[in-house]
């Protein structure tokens, strides 16, 4: 009798694994078929097998005749000692099922969660895995992910960056404000659109020159790149133009003392 209900175990367990596998498998199909990608492929795989699985659980707890009510009848005072220790987990759980409905964050988003950046690897039922730009795995619980401040670095598929350039006081700042659009106009990395604005702004007149600070807009594809690109043109045109960028100069006077 033990044996037979082991092998009922094995199967039902082993029905459960196939049947994730093969679901999964279905759902990828589906999505190809219509030319789109499943957004989060790890989120939508754990809540199926949390569900397949949680099924198979249940048929092996009815298989070996486990009744869990008079578990849970008979806890009594310890219950409530439970429900303290598992107040948490619970609320993490609750949170997350919020977080997947609501779609507040989502794999592969870059984003910044209470200071930690990086992209969402996983949403999970009881933490949100982000993996940080150095290659680091943080696991934030949901609650805080859920009640939390998120910044969403790429919520279109364009951003702006800026970044400041200096010149020295004896340049003619119109021809250099003139140069600097150049470099931009002429950029094919920087978004050309009417819809988003490429501009070049005063900044200061500080202690070795006169700032501008450049803002344009780039896409997610070409973010670094984009930046290179720009600056090594911006050095050209100031090169070819006689404009000069200033760096700082040490005067060191040495007193002989008798």
């Known amino acids: 009798m033990v044996y037979l209900r082991l092998s009922w175990t094995v199967f039902v367990l082993l029905l459960c694994f196939l049947a994730h ?24 795989s754990m809540l199926l097998g949390f569900l397949i699985y949680g099924f198979g659980i249940t048929i092996v707890l009815s298989i070996w005749d486990v009744n869990l009510m008079p578990y849970l009848t008979g806890l009594g005072i310890s219950g409530v000692v439970l429900g303290l220790a598992f107040q948490e ?4 759980f609750l949170s997350g099922i919020l977080v997947l409905v609501t779609r507040k964050v989502f794999e592969g988003e870059v984003l910044d969660i209470e200071g930690i950046s990086g992209t969402v690897d996983m949403v999970e039922m009881n933490h949100t895995r982000i993996r940080t730009f150095d290659g680091r795995m943080v696991l934030i619980p949901n609650r805080k992910v859920w009640s939390g401040t998120v910044t969403k670095f790429w919520p279109g598929p364009y951003r702006r960056v800026n970044f400041d350039v200096t010149v020295d006081y004896s340049s003619d700042l119109e021809k250099v404000i003139e140069l600097l659009k150049k470099a931009i106009e002429e950029e094919s990395l920087v978004v050309k659109d009417d819809q988003f604005s490429n501009l070049v702004v005063f900044k200061e007149y500080g202690g070795s020159g006169v700032t501008f600070t450049l803002y344009f807009w780039v896409s997610r594809e070409n973010y670094f790149e984009a930046i290179n690109s720009l600056s090594i043109r911006v050095k050209k045109i100031f090169d070819e ?18």
């Open 21 to 44: 596998r093969l679901i999964m498998k279905g759902i990828n199909k589906a999505f190809s078929r219509i030319g789109k990608e499943i957004k989060a492929p790890k989120t939508v």
């Open 89 to 92: 987990p619970l609320t993490n």
């Open 241 to 258: 133009n006689k404009i000069s960028i200033p760096y700082i100069i040490i005067d060191l006077r040495v007193n002989k003392l008798n």
